[in-house]
């Protein structure tokens, strides 16, 4: 017999102005507006941060309310200097320490976040804490707790990461591990990959994949840029829609892109990267002015999703080089728009492409060049690829779906509670 929440904490606590969250950002703000509207009779309050908590009032409805529960003293300044602190002695500190260090870490930023308060949730009638960014940092003994898993990157490229950020993901997936009645994967990779990394029962984890791959269709608003302005013509480019992260892999793209070109790819396609500025983009530009691809390249830096939705629709296709994805969106959503898509044969990748993409190396820039002109030249294959994304596009495109399924794990965490 299931039991249905009746009033649900959502810990938005690490949610930030803009795109510095990617995509899970799209995913969780996607999910709460259909779980509002799937789950009318329960109340679900959002956790917010004074950063973002303006930015949040459009999922407010009749069932849905803001509670700000992290002022800026935490969140915009304190939080950051004690993060500043620990990248400065995590590095340097004997292998032995960092462990204790990090756990003695984020019990501190835990108990700054909940402010002394270790009956929040109960005081405010929670049953039930949905924590869509993993950590449990609000968890309370007797309240049901869901957390959602992404993927575990910083397992298998810890090179990647800064040794705060390093210490902070480690302990937010042992708190999830520990604390979480239930766990949700975004993919079966993810989902096997938590199991294997955290020696988690298969029992607690549950798979429910991403099914948004018409949220850029259903987009609203006009775009705020324009092909001509960008010094783009349509079926002229080819687009990697992805932040400026090290697991991206944009250098070696751009070695791919400028072998291809060396190959043949038609003189006019550019290739266009979107993702917010900052070092990354930087990085991404040095590279650029070495390979001489600056005329070549366009960084239009963080777009809206009425800007990517045209940008999308109007590539000669996609091409995501990423070395890690615990599920990989963009490419549903290429495949949703007709544009055909090459990508990684990597992590969850080919679980969700399936066989609608040309597949690359993403460590072999001549691989990717292969793939760039095999995307771009050869008709048929185009056209199979098109055919071929449809399909695999409409396995992935109910939302409400994704909604009912979070709601059924909330409903199985409570009987189990």
């Known amino acids: 017999m299931t039991t249905a929440p009746r009033t649900i904490a959502v810990d938005l ?104 308060s270790r009956r929040r949730l109960r005081d405010l009638g929670v049953e039930l804490l949905f924590c869509p960014f993993t950590a449990p940092t609000y968890w309370e003994p ?22 705060e950020d390093l210490a902070n993901r480690e302990r937010s997936f042992a708190e999830a591990s520990r604390r979480a009645s239930l766990l949700v994967a975004i993919s079966d990779y993810a989902r096997a990959t938590a199991i294997a990394h955290g020696d988690l029962d298969p029992a607690r984890v549950r798979t429910v994949p991403l099914r948004m791959a018409l949220r850029l269709a259903q987009a609203s608003g006009d775009p705020g840029m324009s092909l001509p302005a960008l010094g783009l013509e349509p079926g002229g480019y080819l687009l990697y829609p992805a932040n400026f992260w090290a697991h991206k892999n944009h250098e070696r793209l751009l070695l791919g892109f400028q072998a ?121 294959e185009r056209a199979a690829l098109v055919r071929r994304g449809r399909e695999r596009a409409v396995q992935y495109g109910d939302v409400r779906q994704m909604a009912l399924d979070y709601w059924g794990v909330f409903q199985e965490a409570m009987s189990g509670s």
Do not use: W
């Open 13 to 116: 606590t690490p949610l930030l102005p803009g795109g510095d969250n990617g995509g899970a950002r799209i995913f969780v703000l996607e999910l709460l507006k259909h779980l509002a509207e799937v789950a009318p009779r329960a109340h679900f309050i959002l956790l917010t941060q004074a950063a973002s908590h303006d930015q949040l009032a459009e999922l407010e409805r009749a069932n849905v309310t803001r509670r700000m529960v992290l002022g800026p003293l935490v969140g915009n300044a304190l939080r950051p200097r004690l993060m500043a602190l620990a990248g400065a002695a995590l590095p340097v500190m004997p292998t032995a320490l960092r462990g204790l260090l990090s756990r003695l870490g984020y019990a501190v930023n835990a108990a700054l976040k909940r402010g002394g």
């Open 260 to 380: 291809a070109r060396r190959k043949g790819l038609a003189d006019h396609i550019k290739l266009v990267c979107t993702g917010a500025p900052g070092a990354g983009m930087e990085r991404v530009r040095g590279c650029l002015a070495a390979l001489r691809l600056e005329r070549h390249v366009c960084l239009p830096g963080y777009v809206s999703d009425a800007d990517l939705a045209m940008l999308v629709r109007h590539a000669v296709g996609v091409v995501f080089p990423s070395l890690y994805e615990g599920f990989g969106l963009p490419v549903l959503e290429a495949m949703t728009a007709e544009v055909p898509v090459a990508c990684s044969r990597c992590t969850a990748l080919p679980e969700v492409a399936g066989d609608a993409a040309i597949y690359f190396d993403p460590q072999a820039p001549a691989d990717i060049a292969r793939a760039i002109c095999l995307l771009t030249g050869d008709e048929r």
């Open 142 to 163: 007797g309240v049901a707790t869901v957390c959602t898993l992404y993927d575990l990157q910083f397992r298998l490229y810890p090179e990647f990461f800064a040794a």
